[in-house]
């Protein structure tokens, strides 16, 4: 009898440090997973921001686009054409010689969650950047000559001087099944548009 309830204890506690390292290891996978998620959306933000190399050639970022804002834009002609919290319209010129072009950036409708981020150049049917998936809308804060946020952009397009942008990017957990979460990369940039000063 004595051997019987040793041998039931002993599988008992057997089975259960099975449970345990089984558990440890789908655990670990699991923030792995998650882990690598972080890194590839911290890469994603930085070739949003600051551009990328892909096969020798350079794509111009975020930033860079955002620095053109009233560049070259003729004194009677305004350099912003639309501000809203997630959508950015304005004129500059790429380079010191090319014309005055119009940029576009802004998030588009939700697809599964998820909202599209977008930068277009003279037409909205061609982007130069994107879709950057992100878990929610871009949010754009305007502030005028004092640092001041502007409660009104849209009618007070004259007055921005600078620009917080927040973006929040996002990927799936490891077991969306069980634990539906997205993983968050949340990145802000400010912009001071140096142009207009000018």
């Keep these: 009898m004595n051997a019987l309830l040793d041998t039931l204890g002993a599988s008992v506690?057997?089975?259960?440090?099975?449970?345990?390292?089984?558990?440890?290891?789908?655990?670990?996978?699991?923030?792995s997973y998650n882990m690598q998620q972080q890194m590839i959306l911290s890469e994603l933000a930085e070739n949003l921001?600051?551009?990328r190399i892909?096969?020798?050639?350079?794509?111009?970022?975020?930033?860079?686009?955002?620095?053109?804002?009233?560049?070259?834009v003729?004194?009677?002609i305004d350099?912003?054409?639309?501000?809203?919290s997630s959508s950015f319209k304005f004129r500059g010129q790429l380079t010191t010689t090319s014309s005055v072009s119009t940029f576009y950036i802004l998030t588009e409708t939700a697809v599964n969650s998820s909202y599209p981020l977008y930068v277009y150049i003279n037409d909205m049917s061609n982007p130069v950047l994107g879709p950057f998936?992100?878990?929610?809308?871009l949010n754009i804060t305007y502030y005028d000559?004092?640092?001041t946020a502007i409660a009104s952009p849209g009618s007070n397009l004259n007055s921005i001087r600078s620009a917080k942008f927040d973006f929040n990017f996002s990927f799936e957990t490891y077991r969306s099944d069980i634990d539906k979460r997205l993983v968050r990369y949340?990145?802000?940039?400010?912009?001071y548009f140096k142009n207009l000063y000018l």
């Design 13 to 31: 506690t057997g089975g259960l440090i099975l449970l345990m390292v089984f558990g440890a290891i789908m655990n670990m996978q699991a923030l």
């Design 49 to 51: 921001l600051s551009g």
């Design 54 to 72: 892909i096969g020798g050639i350079s794509y111009s970022g975020l930033e860079s686009y955002l620095s053109k804002v009233g560049a070259g």
């Design 74 to 76: 003729p004194s009677g």
């Design 79 to 84: 350099p912003i054409i639309e501000a809203t």
């Design 133 to 137: 998936w992100m878990a929610t809308p």
């Design 145 to 147: 000559v004092n640092n």
């Design 186 to 191: 949340p990145t802000v940039i400010w912009k």
